[in-house]
């Protein structure tokens, strides 16, 4: 069955034989895929009064953050996202009380960013749906296909730069 990006390298593959557009399998499908997951899943998350960023950061500050909380520079780098928006997330966040902002017991000079109970009960309650809704979007994979897919993806990532450090 042909996809998309199939149909458009073939056109390119006539109009342009003496050019190899095979790149344009795996990029076209990688940027076409990362749009229908983007969009998949900001209808999950706006189904629940979310948008999918503030799911993010939320539940950055479960995984990373512990009782104390993060700096925002911190919880900038630790989410899943990179934007430099951070303090405008954050304030958007605290006005819906599920964070709030809190001197660094050591460092006078520094805010920290904080779960309130609100906002840990909604991150524990929505993420067995997230895992259950990513499991429904992945469900053609089998588990040896899923294995191999993470290993290619991360070996491209790295590639590009992305690594746990960056």
């Given amino acids: 069955m042909a996809d998309a990006i199939d149909l458009i390298t073939a056109a390119w593959r006539q109009q342009r034989p003496d050019v190899d557009v095979s790149p ?3 990029v076209g499908r ?3 895929l990362a749009r229908f997951l983007d969009l998949e899943l900001t209808e999950f998350f706006n189904a ?3 948008e999918f960023w503030e799911f993010d950061v939320l539940a950055t500050l479960v995984r990373s953050g512990g009782d104390t909380g993060l ?3 911190a919880l900038n780098k630790a989410s899943m996202r990179t934007s430099g928006a951070i ?3 954050i304030d958007r966040l605290a006005a819906k009380d599920l964070v709030v902002r809190v001197p660094d017991a050591t460092d006078r000079r520094s805010i920290r960013v904080q779960l309130t109970d609100k906002g840990r009960t909604l991150v524990n309650e929505l993420l067995p749906l997230h895992v259950a809704n990513e499991e429904r979007l992945l469900s053609t994979l089998s588990g040896d296909d899923r294995e191999q897919l993470v ?3 991360r ?3 790295e590639s590009l730069g992305d690594t746990a450090l960056s």
Wanted: positive net charge; hydrophobic residues 45%; aromatic residues 0%.
């Fill in 30 to 32: 990688i940027t076409r």
């Fill in 87 to 89: 303090t405008n997330r």
């Fill in 151 to 153: 290993k290619l993806l």
């Fill in 155 to 157: 070996g491209l990532a």
């Fill in 48 to 50: 629940h009064g979310l």
């Fill in 71 to 73: 700096t925002a520079g």
């Fill in 24 to 26: 344009m399998e795996v």
